[in-house]
């Protein structure tokens, strides 16, 4: 007789959600490091512009490329802002969806759990089963002798 959980399929379903839950865990967290990225191009820009700037300070620049200068930095300024303001949602929503998938995650474990001690439990009967059977055995030949 080999052995049967009854809570197969509500196991399996519980699987599922969990990968799922956790495939969705994985995507925030790509996102997050993409504009964790995006946001560290755009501070080294911002470095970068400072720095030419400064050194076009020195060789005495006209108005208009001054100007040119304040409205680069006033975008990269904006653009920031901007990506640290993603950085802040995709946050939450990474937490929401840890949240999530260790719902998830505990929901499979009960049943895992239970899969174990069921599956023990039945290797132990079949052990007694078979202990049984062997002793039967052994005291039917004493009989017949």
């Known amino acids: 007789m080999s052995f049967l959980f009854k809570l197969r399929t509500p196991l ?3 699987e599922i959600a969990e990968e799922k839950e956790e495939r ?3 995507q925030l967290l790509q996102k997050l490091a993409e504009l964790q990225v ?3 191009t755009v501070q080294q820009q911002q470095a970068d512009l400072v720095d030419s700037r ?4 020195r060789d005495r620049l006209s108005a208009a490329e001054l100007q040119m200068y304040y409205s680069q930095a ?3 300024e904006q653009a920031e802002v901007e990506i640290k303001q993603r950085i802040a ?9 840890t949240r999530a998938f260790q ?6 474990e009960v049943l895992s759990e239970l899969h174990v001690r069921a599956k023990e439990e039945f290797t132990q009967m079949q052990a007694r089963r078979d202990q049984q059977a062997m002793e039967d055995a052994f005291i039917s030949r004493r009989r017949t002798k």
């Open 54 to 57: 400064d050194r076009h300070l």
């Open 38 to 40: 995006e946001l560290s």
């Open 103 to 108: 719902a998830a995650h505990q929901d499979r």
């Open 74 to 76: 006033s975008s990269l």
């Open 24 to 26: 969705l865990l994985t």
């Open 12 to 14: 399996r379903v519980r």
């Open 89 to 97: 949602k995709c946050e939450l929503a990474r937490q929401e969806q």
